[in-house]
């Protein structure tokens, strides 16, 4: 799972977790973009927050 065009602000999170809802996350990888480096930290805690199980990787 890419994500493209996600701030992870609040207005956000609800339609992560509407993504999330309607896959099963484990075998999902979600890839972040290496351009947002210092903030994949907080991304990746909001994502697991919304209930994803899966695993991260990144993108250029």
Known sequence: MYNYGFSFSKPDRPYIKKIIDSV????????LNEFDKDKNKEFIYII?????KGGFSYYN
């Open 48 to 52: 697991r927050q919304a209930g994803f």
């Open 24 to 31: 099963n996350t484990e075998s999902i990888t979600w890839y």
